[in-house]
């Protein structure tokens, strides 16, 4: 999908002010039924351009299957579309100093100077299911105090969270079937959810298969 240079451009010039490096376009199909919304791209997806291609993108394609979906049946995006870095100091072998830039999670300053992007996109392609990959989409589309813990695998309905003209999160005009999962990475952390995250994406199939969306 392209943007609009007004819409864009503000956003890319002010990632100056955050640490925020380069810029991932949505990917996907055009018109597709369901949306997925990661976090923000990493290193890797900064190099490709291409969102979740790097270790939690081989996680998500396998989670994908199970549905019974392959990337092209999909529009994948994130709440961030530059990549959220911090800032770490280390001294190698030779006593040198060297500054590491590891990736991080979005700020809440962050997730709102690309809010408009999200909202521009969710118009655009007018999904009939938002699939919330982990907390920090959770929390951008619905609710601060939803925990990913306890909404995941249930179809939230309602009207999500867009930015308003005073540069606070409003309800949308319209209502959205959500479905929250867990982040693909979220089992580099925690194995023992890898059950509940199978489990998620083929409950998800028999909500498609049903065509209950
Ligand atoms: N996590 C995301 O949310 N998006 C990516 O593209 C990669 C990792």
Redesign the pocket.
Known sequence: MTYPRDLIDPIILKNREFDLEGF?FGNGDFSPDIMLI?????EV?IRTGV????R??KELDKTLAIAGLTRDQVYIT?IVRSRPFGRKTIIDKTGQKIEKRPNRMPKQKEILLHAPLLDYEIAQVQPKLIIA??GCSLKRLIDNNMKISESHGTIWHGKIKQLGADSNYVPSQQAYDVFPIF?P?AIFYNRKIEPQLIADWEKLKEILEAKAI
């Open positions: 991932v990661g976090e923000a791209p990493g997806e969102p979740f291609t790097g939690s993108g994130s990959l982990g982040h990475a």
